[in-house]
């Protein structure tokens, strides 16, 4: 079952929405590879899709702290924002000093183990 099922009536209200929605339908697209390969890992081997910091790192004793950050698989990790008003947030990149983070909508690369905003 797809995450997200892109139909007639999802590409009308692509060009009634505007720029936000067309942004993240093409960020969903540009990750369709990786989703399915992540759903394929999930079915074979029983991972989850969504991983608390501790299960893809459990050697990082920050990361096992963090309670309010996951990882999507083994390579997107995600901060929500959760409070009102907030619309953006320090999130920590786990890692060590040969892993680099790549920022999906500015393509900015950042380094792993620290608080990054």
Not at 32 to 47: E, I, K, M, R
Not at 66 to 90: K, N
Request: hydrophobic letters at 35%.
């Amino acid at each position: 079952m797809p995450v997200l099922r892109v139909t007639q009536r999802t590409m009308a209200l692509r060009k009634t929405s505007g720029g936000v929605f067309r942004k993240y339908i093409d960020l969903r697209q540009s990750i369709g590879l990786y989703l399915s390969a992540l759903f394929q890992t999930a079915h074979v081997s029983g991972d989850p899709l969504v991983r608390g910091l501790f299960y893809e790192v459990p050697q990082d004793r920050t990361a096992g702290d963090i309670a309010d950050e996951y990882m999507f698989g083994s390579d997107l990790p995600e901060g929500p924002v959760i409070r009102f008003g907030q619309c953006s947030r320090a999130v920590y990149l786990p890692g060590d000093e040969m892993t680099t983070w790549t920022d999906q909508h500015e393509g900015e690369k950042d380094l792993s183990g620290r608080n990054n905003c």
